[in-house]
Every structure is written in structure tokens, then in C-alpha cells.
Antibody, heavy 128, light 108 residues
Framework: EVQLEESGGGLVQPGGSLRLSCTASGFIFSSYSMNWVRQAPGKGLEWVSYISDSSSSSTIIYYADSVKGRFTISRDKAKNSLYLQMDSLRAEDTAVYYC??????????????????WGQGTLVTVSS | EIVMTQSPATLSVSPGERATLSCRASQSVRSNLAWYRQKPGQAPRLLIYGATTRATGIPARFSGSGSGTEFTLTISSLQSEDFAVYYCQQYDDWPPYTFGQGTKLEIK
């Protein structure tokens, strides 16, 4: 069974740091792109970051403007794990953070992804 | 950035009836559109990708239509588990991937 399990959430003060992890099982982790998506309490979904699969020598990474320069996405092929290092946290970063596998389609010279499956999420609360 | 707009914000429908949810893109996304269902307290689950293709394990009562800027998710006969929030997502022009604000489907 394909599964994703997040961990590492918790309460952190503004300006603090937190590292989220997402452990994958049931599929060849290195063959898939991965994403982080967040959901503020009572709000909709916001894509946060993307990392390409491990099949090529170069890794492609993207961030939403709202987290660029503060968050860092990475992956460890040997541990089947995805990470999100979150620094300089703000109150508006409070959300449930989901990891989601990218299902890539290729066309017009680029890859595009929908997300399937998603992990159960981990709550990050930024508050003093 | 492509803005996705869903309507209505809330839809009240009786069990067994048909529900029609709409999603509009601020510019063409061709057929690069997905739909997700999110039950309370759970993660989103993929329903439809490529605007019309049902994901694995998704029952036939779910159907997607549209291309370009106008899309529809139709649930032909509502079951209890279908009362949830639904999101559309465009994956044509990215980054960023963008989602609609959601439609809450509630029991009438």
C-alpha cells in the first residue's frame, strides 16, 4: 500500500525553526517528485514546495513566494524520506502541512503534477 | 499566477441527488486540472485528473468535464461520504500550483 507519513510538527515561537519529515512506503520513492502543501486552520490548500525525482543528476526545486528564502525542501533516497526545513517562522505559517506525491505528466517540454496520495498531515503552530 | 475560482462556496443537496460543482481558471489551463475531496479531519484525496479521468478506486458516480477555463465536477447520486469539501487544482502553468478556495457540499 502506498503511504506517506509526516512528522515533526509542533508549537514554535515566531522567528523559530522546525524540520518536518515525510516517510514514504509502498512505492519507489526515488522515481517520484514530491511536494509540500499546507492548510491554515479553516482555510483552503496552498502549495508550498516541489522537489523533482532522483532519477537525474540535477535536482529541481521550487517554492511558493510566501516561503522562498525561509523554507528548504530536501529528500533522502536511502531513507525514503522528504523534508521541509522551516526557518524564520511567522504566525501566518501556522497550518497543517501535508506531503504529497507528484504524479507527473510530460508535455510541451515540461513536467506537470497532480498530487496522489497525500499524507495525513502534521500541525505546525507558530505562536508566542 | 493562475487564479482558480470555485462556485458555489456552499452547496446544499439531498442524499441520492445530483451535485454539480464549478471551477474557473483565470487563463486557460487546457485539461491540466485535478479535483480532490477532503472529508473533515482528513487529508485531501484525488478524485479526477486530466479534467476527466477518474483516479484509481474512485466510483463512477464522479465525473469531470471541461477544458480551457471552465470545469465541472458532477456527483451523480450523493452518498453520505460525499458530504465534504472539494478543491480543484491547476497544474498547467507552474510554479506555483494553485487551488480553488473550495466548495463545501452539505446535506440539505
Amino acid at each position: 500500500e502506498v503511504q506517506l507519513e509526516e512528522s515533526g510538527g509542533g508549537l514554535v515561537q515566531p522567528g523559530g525553526s522546525l524540520r518536518l519529515s515525510c516517510t514514504a512506503s509502498g512505492f519507489i520513492f526515488s522515481s517520484y517528485s514530491m511536494n509540500w502543501v499546507r492548510q491554515a486552520p479553516g482555510k483552503g490548500l496552498e502549495w508550498v514546495s516541489y522537489i523533482s525525482d532522483s532519477s537525474s543528476s540535477s535536482t529541481i526545486i521550487y517554492y511558493a513566494d510566501s516561503v522562498k528564502g525561509r523554507f528548504t525542501i530536501s529528500r533522502d533516497k536511502a531513507k525514503n524520506s522528504l523534508y521541509l526545513q522551516m526557518d524564520s517562522l511567522r504566525a501566518e505559517d501556522t497550518a497543517v502541512y501535508y506531503c504529497a506525491r507528484g504524479e507527473d505528466s510530460y508535455g510541451s517540454g515540461t513536467y506537470r503534477s497532480w498530487f496522489d496520495p497525500w499524507g495525513q498531515g502534521t500541525l505546525v503552530t507558530v505562536s508566542s | 499566477e493562475i487564479v482558480m475560482t470555485q462556485s458555489p462556496a456552499t452547496l446544499s443537496v439531498s442524499p441520492g441527488e445530483r451535485a454539480t460543482l464549478s471551477c474557473r481558471a483565470s487563463q486557460s489551463v487546457r485539461s491540466n486540472l485535478a479535483w480532490y475531496r477532503q472529508k473533515p479531519g482528513q487529508a485531501p484525496r484525488l478524485l479526477i485528473y486530466g479534467a476527466t479521468t477518474r483516479a484509481t478506486g474512485i466510483p463512477a458516480r464522479f465525473s469531470g468535464s471541461g477544458s480551457g477555463t471552465e470545469f465541472t465536477l458532477t456527483i451523480s447520486s450523493l452518498q453520505s461520504e460525499d458530504f465534504a469539501v472539494y478543491y480543484c487544482q491547476q497544474y498547467d502553468d507552474w510554479p506555483p500550483y494553485t487551488f480553488g478556495q473550495g466548495t463545501k457540499l452539505e446535506i440539505k
